[in-house]
């Protein structure tokens, strides 16, 4: 089918999807990869003989161990031979959107969901009145546990993820080494503390439980862990108001959420039914429906504010299904609107939970073009909206506009928590949200949010970890608050003040080693990032507002 070097890359590549770091996939590959696969396909290929040809290419030519190589090819061929058998998409489409790069062709689709005529004109928050209601919330972005973390591993090793016993003897902590994955033990001792020092009104819980060893996990090793650390919330937190959101880690192949219609070997119920099982001490019944039939779900935490959590997988480019059908996958986003228009009519605001931000590139462009105007829309009644997925401490501030003009102005904010795991080169970190809420005329708004984290180098030379606090963004940024005029004022500040360009730089690393942003590029891009909500949409990115 192609060479044994293009044969391993095809390997790596597909092991390391949304998981390796250092990892890149040029067009060129990714097109050779694609039309592989697709004459394989063409030529009644059984999936046995890929299979065989791929992993014996991997093991000889020793890029990679041989157990990553058969879990691999194992682990991933099979979906992407039957979805390149059924999309009508070309191979430099596809290579295009699972790169955000331009490969030769573009996958361009103009579907969108019905949103009612008539937005609302945009009313600013206001500060509330002092001594007003907080209610706290507790964000739990990104946990990844490694349940064959060992003390004593390697933390370098010839696998993507290492601090595993059969990789050999090394450094790996009692706590967690931040080139590896989170240690179970680091989980229980950061429950433990939540219990007893921290105090939230309620928790968010935004997905990606497994660990990263993406080429070696079953469906049963998916559910066994979702089952494992629900246990352990319940065990530490009884009681608590937890609203759950899935992750882009949950499934197995890792990234892959067939839509509802596929209901064969590539079916999702098996997921689904897990975390409809999993979740029914948090959530009713009617809310355990949708989540069987999509992983979304909407509930009201109070008469005056709704959770809505959604399945933000179906944005995810590295979502190979897609490629057959990508348009509102579940139909998940009418559904969006739906709830959107009860909430508006009822005088409720409303807080959207997810794992995948939309503005980033790895989000498909339709499906975040839709989100984002559905948010217009709605922007008085959606006052805040809360991701994990990139394992950094970041945000990206929303537009009542596409396009950047003079009457354009910030109406929301998407918060992306720090991760819990430690991967890759974090201190894991947790966040409390300040929030103005619980009384009459509230606005729902955030005012400010709180990262917690431990300094792992600390808790294993003295062998108990300590959780204190990083930062304030109020405090640490000199803001009024967080709502979304304060975010954009900030995103301007970053342009002129290198001295604080650099300390967004190193909360949103929360490590032990701070990159820098030292030329202009690399500080247009970071600056991009935060005014970005619609995918690869940076029109907002250098407008003076």
Not at 21 to 33: E, N, R
Not at 83 to 88: E, F, G, M, S
Not at 274 to 298: H, I, K, M, N, Q
Not at 514 to 531: H, Q, V
Request: a negative charge; glycine letters at 6%.
């Amino acid at each position: 089918m192609t060479s044994i070097k293009t044969l391993v890359l095809i390997l790596g590549a597909l092991s390391c999807l949304g998981t390796c770091t250092g990892f890149s996939v040029p067009c060129w590959l990714c097109v050779k990869v694609m039309n592989s696969i697709h004459e394989g396909v063409l030529h009644n290929s059984t999936e046995s003989a890929v299979v065989d040809v791929v992993e014996a290419a991997c093991i000889v030519s020793r890029m990679v161990s041989t157990r990553v190589c058969e879990a691999s090819v194992k682990e991933f061929l099979p979906t992407l031979m039957e979805v390149i058998r059924r999309t009508h998409l070309d191979t430099k489409a596809i290579c295009s959107e699972l790169l955000s790069d331009n490969c030769g062709s573009t996958f361009i689709t103009n579907w969108t969901v019905p949103v009612p005529v008539g937005t609302p004109e945009y009313i600013p928050p206001q500060l509330p009145k002092p001594g007003s209601r907080v209610i706290r919330a507790l964000h739990l972005a990104d946990p990844h546990i490694d349940r064959f973390y060992a003390v004593g591993s390697k933390v370098d090793c010839s696998e993507p993820l290492c601090c595993r016993a059969w990789l050999g003897s090394g450094d790996a902590g009692k706590w967690g080494n931040v080139k590896c994955d989170a240690p179970a033990a680091l989980l229980e001792n950061l429950f433990q503390h939540v219990n007893t020092s921290v105090d939230a009104d309620y928790v968010i819980w935004t997905g990606d439980i497994p660990a990263h060893d993406v080429w070696n996990q079953t469906r049963d090793d998916q559910m066994d862990v979702i089952v494992t650390i629900t246990k352990m919330l319940q065990r530490y937190m009884p009681g608590a108001v937890i609203y759950p959101a899935v992750g882009n880690h949950e499934s197995a192949p890792v990234n892959v959420f067939a839509p509802p219609w596929e209901t064969g070997r590539f079916s999702q119920q098996w997921l689904y039914n897990t975390l409809a099982d999993t979740w029914r001490d948090w959530l009713p019944e009617y809310a355990l429906d949708t989540v069987r039939r999509g992983g979304f779900y909407s509930i009201p935490h109070s008469h005056d504010l709704r959770i809505i959590s959604l399945n933000f997988n179906f944005c995810g480019s590295l979502n190979f299904w897609l490629y057959v059908e990508d348009s509102d996958p579940a139909g998940q986003l009418e559904w969006l609107v739906q709830e959107l228009v009860k909430a508006e009519a009822a005088g409720e605001k409303v807080h959207i939970i997810g794992h995948i931000p939309p503005g980033v590139a790895g989000c498909m462009k339709t499906w975040s073009g839709v989100y984002n105007k559905i948010i217009m829309r709605f922007q008085n009644t959606v006052v805040a909206q809360f991701f994990g997925h990139t394992h950094k401490d970041e945000f990206q501030v929303f537009f009542n506009s596409s396009e950047a003009d003079a009457d354009t102005v910030p109406n929301n904010v998407a918060f992306i928590a720090p991760s819990v795991t430690t991967w890759s080169n974090h201190f894991p970190t947790f966040r409390l949200y300040d929030i103005d809420g619980g009384y009459a005329g509230c606005s729902w708004h955030v005012l400010d949010h709180h990262n917690y984290w431990c300094n792992l180098t600390d808790a294993n030379a003295s062998g108990t970890p300590k959780w204190t606090l990083e930062y304030s963004a109020r405090k640490s940024y000199d803001m009024p608050s967080l709502f979304p005029r304060d975010w954009l004022y900030f995103a301007h500040r970053c342009k002129a003040n290198d001295k604080l360009l650099q300390l967004y730089m190193r909360h949103r690393q929360h490590g032990p080693a701070s990159p820098t942003c030292g030329n202009a590029e690399c500080r247009d891009r970071l600056i991009c990032s935060m005014l970005t909500s619609a995918s690869r949409n940076t029109n907002h990115c250098l407008a003076n507002y």
